[in-house]
Antibody
Framework: EVQLVESGGGLVQPGRSMKLSCAAS????????MAWVRQAPKKGLEWVAS????????YYGDSVKGRFTISRDNAKSTLYLQMNSLRSEDTATYYC???????????WGQGASVTVSS | DIVLTQSPALAVSLGQRATISCKTN??????????MHWYQQKPGQQPKLLIY???NLASGIPARFSGRGSGTDFTLTIDPVEADDTATYYC????????FGAGTKLELK
């Protein structure tokens, strides 16, 4: 069974940093692109970042470019999102998602809540 | 960015047909595939893939769900609607960097 389990969320002050992790199991992690998607309270889904199989290529949404970094450790089957210079508008539930060949998000984690507030 | 436009809400009766639309400002077709996908999200849960590449049913999804469309116009149909289908439905394109529609909330009359 495919499982994606996020961790590392919580309350953080504006301007500080936080790192999310997503532990994958039930599939060969290195065979898939991976992504982070977020959802602000009562709002819709927003793609945040994607990463290629070995991590050599990364892609970011305009709202996080230059502040967030997506990475992966295939030996640990774990995806990461380093979030720097956090703002109140980054408050959201962050989901990791597996991307299939056509970049369809075919599996999702349960989400990690991040609140940016003083 | 490719912009996806969905109606915000839809109310249907149990057993009737629900049709949710998604329109894009750019063509999302590429080499014979339409890079449009649909997700269901219930309150407090993560999104779940329903339909991929416009018309393909994801694994484990009942045949009451179907998708169609190409180019810039797409629809998700649920027929017949069941009580468990109350949720928000999102379209998403992967022709370019991913973008989502704002979601359509399906309610029962």
């Amino acid at each position: 069974e495919v499982q994606l389990v996020e961790s590392g969320g919580g309350l953080v002050q504006p301007g500080r940093s936080m790192k999310l992790s997503c532990a994958a199991s039930g599939f060969t992690f290195s065979d898939y692109y991976m992504a982070w998607v977020r959802q602000a309270p009562k709002k819709g889904l927003e793609w945040v970042a994607s990463i290629s199989y070995e991590g050599s290529s990364t892609y970011y949404g305009d709202s996080v470019k230059g502040r967030f970094t997506i990475s992966r450790d295939n030996a640990k089957s774990t995806l990461y999102l380093q979030m720097n210079s956090l703002r109140s508008e980054d408050t959201a539930t962050y989901y990791c998602a597996r991307l299939d060949y056509y970049y369809v998000m075919d599996a999702w984690g349960q989400g990690a809540s991040v609140t940016v507030s003083s | 960015d490719i912009v996806l436009t969905q109606s915000p809400a839809l109310a249907v009766s149990l057993g009737q047909r629900a049709t949710i639309s998604c329109k894009t400002n750019q063509n999302v077709d590429y080499y014979g595939n339409s890079y449009m996908h649909w997700y269901q999200q219930k309150p407090g849960q993560q999104p779940k893939l329903l339909i991929y590449l416009a018309s393909n049913l994801a694994s484990g999804i009942p045949a009451r769900f179907s998708g169609r469309g190409s180019g810039t116009d797409f629809t998700l149909t649920i027929d017949p609607v069941e009580a468990d289908d109350t949720a928000t439905y999102y379209c998403q394109q992967s022709r370019n960097l991913p973008t989502f529609g704002a979601g359509t909330k399906l309610e029962l009359k």
